[in-house]
């Protein structure tokens, strides 16, 4: 049983910033890949950023320059650092890690508003 703990959510307002984070716990061999994904109304799931074991990178297009994942390996761990924060970000931020399966946080809301 593997699960994925997401913290971190919340309201923030234009322009500011939040930290998410993502831990796993349970019966895994190694996580490969951790990542981000996010929700917003009446649209699809959408990649925010991964990151590999060994540290590279891939974000979307639309949050380059303004969020920066990483992780803590020895924790089974990954954050999401979210500066610059527009209404467009407002979603379902769910966490994602891959080892021999794929597994799916809960969501944890952000919303972005004056």
């Known amino acids: 049983q593997v699960q994925l703990v997401e913290s971190g959510g919340g309201l923030v307002q234009p322009g500011g910033s939040l930290r998410l984070s993502c831990a796993a716990s349970?019966?895994?061999?190694?996580?490969?890949?951790m990542g981000w994904y996010r929700q917003a109304p009446g649209k699809e799931r959408e990649m925010v950023a991964i990151i590999t074991k060994g540290g590279t990178t891939n974000y979307a297009d639309s949050v380059k320059g303004r969020f920066t994942i990483s992780r803590d390996n020895a924790k089974n761990t990954v954050y999401l650092q979210m500066n610059s924060l527009k209404p467009e970000d407002t979603a379902i931020y769910y966490c994602n890690i891959r080892t021999l399966s794929v597994y799916w946080g809960r969501g944890t809301q952000v919303t972005v508003s004056s």
């Open positions: 349970g019966s895994f061999f190694d996580i490969n890949i």
